[in-house]
């Protein structure tokens, strides 16, 4: 039989890659009032990480005006950072690959979303 070309590997610049399944960036909205990632992202990243496999994050705020959806994490200061590391950690144990989704929201973005989230 032949094999599923999704099951074929792939090579992301220096990344081998296992094969082409790639989690897609979602949006959880359940990091803090200041953009700290939830410690139980790690537990929701690993348990999609399969060795050489790349994940992608959910989009990680750059700059504090550049919030979009209000409880997104944020990587703009120490402690965001830090907060991040037990995640990462956790994908790299299973030897997953993991972007960051860098996001700053546009100006106008950030006016239609603040209608939609607060009236
Ligand atoms: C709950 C949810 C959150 C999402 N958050 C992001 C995000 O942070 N960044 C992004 O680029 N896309 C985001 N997306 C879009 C998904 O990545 C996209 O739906 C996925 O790539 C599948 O592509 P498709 O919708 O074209 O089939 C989100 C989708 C969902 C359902």
Same mark, same amino acid.
């Given at each position: ?15 081998? /890659?296992?094969? !082409?399944? *790639?989690?897609?960036?979602?949006? !959880? ?9 939830? $410690? !139980? ?13 790349? /994940?992608?994050?959910?989009?990680? *705020? ?7 959806? $209000?409880?997104?994490?944020? /990587?703009?200061?120490?402690?965001? *950072? ?38």
């Amino acid at each position: 039989m032949e094999k599923d070309p999704l099951q074929t590997p792939f090579k992301l610049s220096s990344h081998k /890659l296992e094969h !082409r399944v *790639v989690l897609a960036p979602m949006t !959880r909205m359940r990091a803090s009032d200041t953009g700290i990632v939830h $410690p !139980r992202a790690a537990e929701y990243y690993s348990e999609r990480t399969t060795p050489n496999s790349l /994940l992608i994050s959910e989009g990680v *705020v750059i700059h504090p005006r550049g919030r979009g959806f $209000p409880n997104t994490p944020g /990587l703009y200061n120490n402690e965001q *950072v830090q907060a991040w590391k037990p995640i990462t950690q956790a994908v790299k144990e299973k030897g997953g690959v993991f972007f960051a989704q860098l996001w700053q929201a546009s100006l106008p973005s950030l006016r239609l979303i603040k209608e939609r989230f607060e009236g």
